[in-house]
Nanobody, 114 residues
Framework: QVQLVESGGGLVQPGGSLRLSCAAS????????MGWYRQAPGFQRELVAA???????TYAGSVKGRFTISRDSAKNNMYLQMNSLKPEDTAVYYC????????WGQGTQVTVSS
């Protein structure tokens, strides 16, 4: 049973930085896609950033230039470096990974507030 566990969320002031981590365990991986999604209260879950097994990345327009996604395939980990955070980045951030199945983490809260 594959499990994804996020960490690194918290409370940060506007303009600050956080680094989220996603660790996979418990099964066969070979994910062709890994991504970070977020969901704010009253909004639908949206894709923030994604990275393929070949290293191709994609970003939501609202985070481009501020967030950087990376992965360590040897450790089955994925990261999201978030800089210049804004209050509108406040949300629960979820890790997603796909092979023949689609997996989700439990989410980590990111709150940007002064």
């Amino acid at each position: 049973q594959v499990q994804l566990v996020e960490s690194g969320g918290g409370l940060v002031q506007p303009g600050g930085s956080l680094r989220l981590s996603c660790a996979a365990s418990g099964g066969f991986f070979s994910f062709y896609f890994m991504g970070w999604y977020r969901q704010a209260p009253g909004f639908q879950r949206e894709l923030v950033a994604a990275i393929t097994s070949t290293g191709t990345t994609t970003y939501a327009g609202s985070v481009k230039g501020r967030f950087t996604i990376s992965r360590d395939s040897a450790k089955n980990n994925m990261y999201l470096q978030m800089n210049s955070l804004k209050p509108e980045d406040t949300a629960v951030y979820y890790c997603n990974a796909r092979n023949s199945e689609n997996y989700w983490g439990q989410g980590t809260q990111v709150t940007v507030s002064s």
